[in-house]
């Protein structure tokens, strides 16, 4: 959903695993929708981690924990965070729709996999990459204290972890953040370049 | 600097957005029927048509049951998606190849073969594995659905422009080694991020001697070292591949093609952001072990010592044992991965003169109606069935069981596939990587088996 982004701080779920992949996210079975309903991706996020084969919560999953199954809202569990090369394998958007869905605004992980990255930008959800050392820190803090917060400051391209006050900045290029500070998507700018477009097929 | 990728990019670059991403232009869109429909129902919101539509082609594949086909789907959820990209296809102007349409099968199966993904070319489609067209000397990557939209409406996509790398293969591949036992080499050694932000160039003598099949198999897991896209320059084999196919320049127009196709090489000046070198000698029939494509080892290696327990857990496996004998229940040969004639070639080789396995369901499904029409012409039909084996329908089946191809949970399969992800081929399924040669193997012996004992 086109949203608009400015200072982000809130509380953060923690998933502390690597190379966790989109069919993870959202598994294949419910890639069957032909719509964009953000709820029902949102729902079944993480669907095989988080429910048993009955529909029950798995106790051990971290987003059915007491610290942690409150659903995001202003300022609580906006922020996921994730080990490094979140979101690799297949393609499918779905994944952002299923982690916009849930609620969250911003993933922060040590690194992302290219297109599940695009995929987070082009639905407003901001994807922050952070060195190893700011992300073993903040899954660290937020062990001690799973209440505790950062803060993701989008016009100045910098994240906090306000427990321990260490600052990262983490990059956006120009174009990208223009959008999401107004939400704008790349198909209301190409609606614009029709002659640029024609002029480079009459170019060829 | 001065590398195929820089060529072809840059030739098709419409603008560069001031520290922003590239607006490139797109020469083929393909859509499928599980990425498409939330992007035409973003075009109908915004009131817009396509602004080319004679450059993108549309089939079901993932959804398609793999018997039957001629009567309706059962799954009415997977019906409605076939049946909305059929509507979606002819309300937008589109062409469509629907079920039972001759021209039907995996998009990736379907591009190359009707001459649709052409050498130069930069070709998207809602599916990671879009790296496959790479093959024919395109520039092909996988997209989401807001990036499908974008270039249904404009024919062109911002996007960053990534790295550029080069693989090279060098030397001659062993007895049973083939283009899938490179890739999850390569990957073995990589890992599944080892190239994220990188476009690959494959190269050498290994790489070059790959036919157009095994070319497209090894093009296909580029996303699964991480890569957006992997390419091959194209030559000889690419254009003799290519000649008479249905799509492909005729006449004139190939004369003109081919001689344009011939400067499509990276200069002997080329310089890649990263580049790797292995040596064909080195690679052996692989199997994975784990649950990500990069968990991958020699058919008769042991599962490392470091391998993570919850992917051992989930496989029933231990670190440091072998999988040789290991019984198994499944065995799929198919995908857009090993779905095409010199796969099913590859199988027959070893089940000729034998027979399945009595503990093994096998799935052989043709990557499309063509393969299919293939298969039979060169009667390897026959020599399966007398395996005790049966050739179903085209589609992507098995390979993210979207269709009533499902492995149950806590079987083995050993599958000619590109993903073996928790719960990919099915919840609880337990996926073995594998080529056509050693997916055989166990099929007939319904063990994990080293097909060199089985070949002459």
């Known amino acids: 959903m086109k949203q608009k982004f400015d200072i982000i701080q809130s509380t953060c779920i923690p998933l502390p695993l690597e190379n966790v992949d989109t069919d993870q996210i959202i598994p294949a079975r419910f890639l069957k929708a032909t719509t964009r309903d953000e709820k029902f991706f949102g729902d079944n996020l993480f669907r095989d981690w988080r429910f048993d084969k009955d529909d029950q919560p798995k106790a051990d999953f971290v987003f059915n924990q007491p610290d942690f199954c409150q659903a995001p809202s202003e300022g609580v569990h906006q922020v996921l965070v994730a080990g490094k090369n979140f979101g690799s394998g297949s393609s499918r958007e779905h994944a952002a729709w299923a982690i916009a869905g849930y609620g969250f605004r911003v993933v922060i992980s040590s690194f992302f996999a290219d297109i599940h990255k695009n995929n987070e930008l082009n639905n407003f959800v901001l994807p922050v990459v952070v060195s190893e050392d700011f992300l073993a820190e903040l899954f660290a803090t937020i062990k001690a204290d799973p209440s505790a917060q950062v803060k993701v400051d989008v016009p100045a391209q910098v994240v906090t972890n306000l427990t321990t006050g260490r600052s990262e900045s983490f990059e956006i290029n120009g174009y990208k953040k223009y959008c999401l500070l107004n939400a704008l998507d790349d198909i209301d700018y190409l609606l614009e370049q029709k002659a640029k477009i024609e002029a480079f097929e009459a170019g060829r | ?456």
């Open chain 2, 1 to 456: 600097m001065n590398t195929l990728f820089d060529k072809i990019w840059d030739s098709h670059v419409v603008s560069l957005i001031e520290d922003g991403p590239t607006q490139l232009y797109i020469d083929r869109l393909y859509c499928h029927e599980v990425t498409s429909p939330q992007a035409f129902d973003g075009m109908r919101a915004r009131g817009i048509k396509c602004l080319r539509p004679e450059k993108i082609f549309c089939m079901p594949d993932h959804n398609t049951p793999t018997h039957d086909q001629d009567k309706p789907i059962e799954d009415p959820v997977s019906k409605k998606q076939v049946d909305a990209l059929e509507r979606n296809a002819a309300e937008f102007g589109l062409t469509h190849f629907g079920m039972m349409n001759p021209k039907n099968g995996i998009i990736h199966v379907v591009g190359p073969e009707r001459g649709l993904s052409l050498p130069g070319m930069t070709i998207v489609c809602g599916d990671s594995h879009t790296s496959t067209h790479g093959a024919m000397g395109a520039v092909a990557f996988g997209i989401g659905t807001s990036e499908v939209e974008m270039v249904l409406a404009s024919q062109c996509i911002l996007q960053q422009k990534p790295k550029s790398m080069r693989i090279s293969v060098e030397g001659e591949l062993g007895k049973g080694v083939t283009a899938k036992d490179v890739a999850l080499y390569i990957m073995s050694k990589l890992t599944t991020s080892g190239a994220t932000g990188y476009f690959v160039e494959y190269a050498g003598s290994a790489v070059r001697s790959l036919s157009m099949e095994g070319r497209l198999t090894l093009c296909n897991l580029s996303i699964e070292m991480g890569a957006r896209g992997g390419f091959i320059a194209p030559d000889e084999t690419t254009f003799e591949y290519i000649k008479g196919r249905e799509y492909a320049p005729k006449g004139e127009d190939w004369d003109k093609a081919v001689e344009y196709w011939k400067t499509l090489r990276s200069g002997d000046d080329a310089v890649f952001d990263r580049e790797v070198c292995y040596d064909a000698a080195d690679i052996t029939p692989m199997i994975t072990y784990g649950t990500n494509p990069g968990m991958g080892m020699a058919i008769d290696g042991t599962i490392p010592a470091d391998t993570a327990k919850k992917s051992l857990d989930y496989m029933g496996f231990q670190a440091g044992e072998s999988l040789l004998g290991k019984s198994i229940d499944y065995v799929f040969l198919g995908a857009c991965t090993n779905g095409r004639i010199e796969d099913f070639r590859a199988f027959a080789s070893i089940a000729k003169g034998r027979r399945k396995a009595d503990n093994v369901t096998a799935w052989l499904v043709p990557g499309s109606w063509m393969v299919k029409e293939q298969i039979e012409a060169e009667g390897l039909d026959k020599v399966l069935e007398e395996a005790g084996f049966a050739i179903r329908q085209p589609g992507c089946s098995a390979c993210l069981a979207m269709n009533d191809d499902k492995i149950p949970a806590g079987k083995y399969s050993v599958s000619t596939s590109n993903r073996n992800f928790e719960g990919r081929q099915g919840p609880g399924a337990r996926t073995l990587l594998c080529s056509p040669l050693v997916a055989a193997a166990a099929a007939v012996t319904g063990v994990i088996t080293d097909p060199r004992t089985l070949m002459d």
